[in-house]
């Protein structure tokens, strides 16, 4: 590639979803709650569990397959790999994006793992877009896949309802048509609500013991109601603010992407934001939380029933542990 700017333009989308289905009425059997409750609030009606198995890598390498082949290229032209999850193979290391490569046969490259919670595929994005722009690199796989059974207690109500398994990946290269570049993304985080999503363990602060285990420190706690007032907040400022500031208007957005946590969260910004029912992507109903997947999936849903095309523009937003928010916008670039 000559000497020109280069922009960073998401050229395809591939998801993974695992075979087996927990619906409502399993949990029904497992815990105190009710179809109707979980569908009120928050509209999850079932969610897909990987097999003892099957690991985030496994799931990664699905999509990242259809990701590569539907970007056109060869997996030897992709030159980084980064894998967004907070339920790696292994805590600690390798990292999952190392295993990725090496089951995808990408060997030599940069490859690491990033751990923004459900904001992972966003903060990603940035990533992909400043290594792309600075020349360092052509075409980055990025990838958000996370096997969230592995940390969910399934005799917490508050929690176990609500997420699921699954990857997804696209496709990220370097182009000379602006018109073609991903338009600009917000990438922010707040630490003093750590404790709002945690895993406690294992970790240098309570590592891996039988006292941990017992605590069940090595399962995703979550302060529920705070974590959403403050997400339906800061995602809608978020976004009129990125929109503000690229002059872009809703009527301009095709497909309102949010991460898909609770059906309520998405209506509340989708609503103070002036979003159409037909511009907003839901998956959350048959997916559930899927943390660092969940826009990566949802962006291949509307591609695989044919709904998104070439130069189509997305707004995604999305809100995880950390606490971590992010906002992009840019057109889909793949065919
Ligand atoms: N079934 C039945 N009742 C349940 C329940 C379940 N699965 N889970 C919680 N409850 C109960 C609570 O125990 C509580 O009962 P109480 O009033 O007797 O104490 C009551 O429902 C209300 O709980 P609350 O936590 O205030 O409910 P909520 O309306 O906030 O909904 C969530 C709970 C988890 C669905 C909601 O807070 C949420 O989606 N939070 C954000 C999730 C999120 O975005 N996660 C991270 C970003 S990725």
Same mark, same amino acid.
């Given at each position: ?12 989308? %591939? ?64 030159? @980084? ?13 390798? /990292? ?7 089951? @995808? ?9 990033? /751990?923004?919670?459900? &904001? ?29 059974? /592995?940390? #969910? ?47 406690? &363990? ?32 800061? @995602? ?15 009527? =301009? ?17 989708? =609503?103070?934001? %002036? ?8 998956? #959350? ?8 997947? /969940? ?20 707004? @995604? =937003?999305?809100?995880? %542990? ?14």
């Amino acid at each position: 590639m000559s000497n020109t700017l280069k922009y960073a333009s998401m050229r395809s989308i %591939g998801a993974y979803v695992p075979q087996k289905i927990l619906n409502n009425s399993d949990f029904e059997k497992m815990v105190d709650t009710s179809d109707d409750w979980i569908v009120k609030r928050t509209g999850i009606r079932e969610r897909h569990i990987a097999a003892e198995d099957e690991y985030t890598s496994d799931m990664a390498v699905h999509a990242s397959r259809d990701a590569i082949a539907r970007a056109g290229i060869e997996k030897e032209d992709i030159d @980084l790999v980064i894998c967004a999850t907070v339920t790696p193979d292994y805590f600690n290391m390798p /990292s999952t994006a190392c295993i990725i490569s090496d089951k @995808l046969g990408i060997r030599s490259v940069q490859a690491f793992d990033i /751990s923004s919670a459900c &904001s992972g595929f966003v903060y990603g994005l940035s990533i992909a877009k400043a290594f792309i722009e600075s020349g360092m690199k052509r075409n980055v796989l990025l990838i958000g896949a996370e096997k969230f059974s /592995s940390i #969910v207690d399934y005799s917490d109500r508050s929690t176990c309802i609500l997420f699921g398994d699954g990857a997804g990946a696209a496709v990220i290269s370097a182009v000379e048509d602006p018109e073609e570049g991903i338009v600009d993304i917000h990438a922010s985080a707040d630490g003093s609500y750590a404790d709002f999503l945690i895993t406690p &363990s294992p970790g240098c602060v309570n590592p891996a013991s039988t006292k941990a285990l017992e605590e069940g420190l090595q399962y995703v706690k979550m302060k529920g109601n705070e974590t959403f007032k403050l997400a339906v907040k800061t @995602l809608t400022r978020d976004v009129k603010e990125i929109l503000r500031k690229n002059k872009i208007e809703i009527s =301009d957005i095709d497909w309102f992407i949010p991460h898909q946590a609770n059906y309520r969260i998405i209506k509340a910004v989708g =609503d103070s934001l %002036g979003m159409t029912t037909e511009q907003t992507v839901l998956t #959350v109903h048959k997916y559930g939380n899927t943390s660092a997947a /969940s826009i990566p999936m949802a962006i291949n849903d509307i591609y695989e029933e044919g709904r998104l095309g070439y130069g189509d523009m997305m707004l @995604l =937003d999305t809100f995880g %542990g950390g606490l971590t928010w992010a906002s992009a916008v840019l057109p889909f670039c793949g065919r």
